[in-house]
């Protein structure tokens, strides 16, 4: 049982205690027609809100045993007495079954209708990444048949193929990465290294399009407990990103820079931006309007950034580019002892 279903007990039992504690105590020497008996309807709808009707029954058994001593006080003497305490206990009974038995159906309804949507996403998926496969595997059919039969040149054909299967282990590897749990490996490392491995990475792709890629990184270095892994194919997926939404002349800026209570890594481009759906669905898995695209990119950055408890923010507009900052948390105090410590050694 969660600790929140063990809170909304004790506040059941103890509104219920105090109630009748009232009734006793409190309002025994008044008129009968201003007791409290109507706030035990409070208990009973929290059991049945909060429990559907298996808690609606036993909050309303546990209320009615509570009850029960008011039959036998002064007040219960007379017909009218009685009868009135007779027809609370029947119709805080009808309103329990009622209550818990519409909240039982809201919550099968949710379910189904969670299930329904857990099929479509399902649906959708598996429709996307057959989409994405069929054209690597049909441009590896073509060029098999091409070789079979003897037409064209067999270097040609055989490089087809091996591009395509190339764009294949590419889907299958991202779908794998997003759909299972990373084994993430953290170390101390040096982040600015990491972000200049990851630029000479992507410097080539750059290159072919006339691309610049300029970085600004501090020269010191800043050691962080991270999964380098990780974090670098997060940034080339980022720093690709702005590759291709620019054009020949145009920078793609790098900058590292520590904050005060996080490191912030900025990629920016003056490429051709975002429309507003883009941005707003940009971390929705296999959503994508680039051509050949698996959609799966951004979400595995933000799955990467957020495995190290960090933030992700994207700024984007028509025509005027693209801009996203990670925000990894960075201990500076933490930092400067371990370099005051190493000072002291030497």
């Not at 598996?126 to 067999?154: E, M």
Request: with cysteine; proline share 3%; glycine share 8%.
């Amino acid at each position: 049982m969660t600790n929140k279903k063990i809170y909304y007990i004790i506040v059941i039992i103890a509104l219920t205690l105090l109630i009748s504690f009232l009734h006793f105590s409190v309002l025994k020497n008044l008129s009968p027609h201003i007791i409290l008996e109507e706030l035990y309807y409070i208990p009973i709808l929290l059991g049945a809100i909060h429990f559907g009707l298996r808690g609606a029954i036993f909050t309303y058994t546990f209320v009615s045993l509570s009850y029960i001593p008011f039959f036998f006080g002064l007040w219960t003497l007379t017909p009218l007495g009685v009868a009135n305490r007779f027809l609370h206990l029947l119709f805080s009974g009808i309103i329990a079954l009622f209550a818990g038995l519409l909240v039982d159906r809201v919550r099968r309804q949710q379910r189904e209708l969670e299930k329904d949507r857990h099929l479509s996403r399902i649906g959708q998926v598996a429709a996307t990444i057959v989409h994405d496969l069929k054209n690597p595997l049909i441009a590896i059919k073509w060029g098999a048949q091409r070789i079979l039969k003897g037409k064209g040149n067999i270097q040609t054909n055989a490089q087809s193929i091996s591009e395509s299967a190339e764009a294949m282990q590419k889907i299958v590897h991202d779908v794998l990465a997003f759909s299972k749990p990373s084994r993430l490996e953290f170390k101390e490392t040096d982040i600015g290294n990491i972000v200049k491995q990851t630029a000479n990475l992507c410097k080539t792709k750059a290159e072919e399009k006339g691309i610049i890629l300029s970085m600004n990184i501090p020269e010191n270095s800043i050691t962080m407990n991270v999964a380098g892994l990780q974090i670098q194919r997060a940034l080339v997926n980022l720093i690709n990103n702005a590759i291709e939404a620019s054009v020949k002349g145009q920078s793609v800026y790098i900058n590292l820079n520590i904050k005060k209570n996080h490191l912030q890594i900025r990629i920016k481009d003056n490429g051709s931006g975002m429309d507003e759906e883009t941005i707003e669905n940009i971390f929705v898995p296999f959503y994508s309007k680039k051509s050949g695209g698996t959609g799966l990119g951004m979400p595995i950055v933000k799955k990467i950034i957020g495995e190290h408890k960090g933030n992700i923010l994207v700024k984007s507009k028509r025509e005027a580019g693209t801009e996203v900052n990670i925000e990894l948390p960075y201990n500076l105090r933490g930092h400067d002892e371990e370099h005051d410590d190493g000072e002291k050694k030497r």
